[in-house]
């Protein structure tokens, strides 16, 4: 397995969660990582991505205030805090790797898009009670 995701669960409507996603890729500090979302009967959505030292972020506008990501290269591991969830933040969760290394250290609105990465863990599952 080379993106394990975790942390996901049962909230109420404005609880929080933190999600983690550990990675055993080539290159992991060197790479574009990201969020996505998949709600039932809906197509996967871009929630967040983060640059290879974490200097700069890029969120969608649902999320943009409440999630925040985070990476910690030592650990090879990626993280998405959830805050102030939403019933319609039920979704499963995947973390994702890009294809390749990047080292201009910057994300923009072409990383939104799920062909940039080649990478994908298998998903954790959130929940949002109203």
């Known amino acids: 397995v080379q993106l394990q995701a975790s942390g996901g669960g049962v909230v109420q409507a404005m609880g929080s969660l933190r999600l983690s996603c550990a990675a055993s890729?080539?290159?992991?500090?060197?790479?574009?990582m990201g969020w996505f979302r998949q709600a039932p009967g809906k197509e996967r959505e871009f929630v967040a991505c983060?640059?290879?030292?974490?200097?700069?972020?890029l969120y969608s506008d649902s999320v943009k205030g409440r999630f925040t990501i985070s990476r910690d290269n030592a650990k090879n591991t990626v993280y998405l805090q959830l805050n102030t969830l939403k019933p319609e933040d039920t979704a499963v969760y995947y973390c994702?790797?890009?294809?390749?290394?990047?080292?201009?250290?910057?994300?923009?609105?072409?990383?939104?898009?799920?062909?940039?990465?080649?990478?994908w863990g298998q998903g954790t599952l959130v929940t949002v009670s109203s």
């Open positions: 994702a790797a890009h294809d390749a290394a990047d080292l201009s250290d910057y994300v923009g609105n072409s990383d939104k898009n799920p062909h940039e990465y080649g990478y």
């Open positions: 890729i080539r290159s992991f500090s060197n790479r574009i």
């Open positions: 983060i640059s290879r030292s974490g200097a700069s972020t």
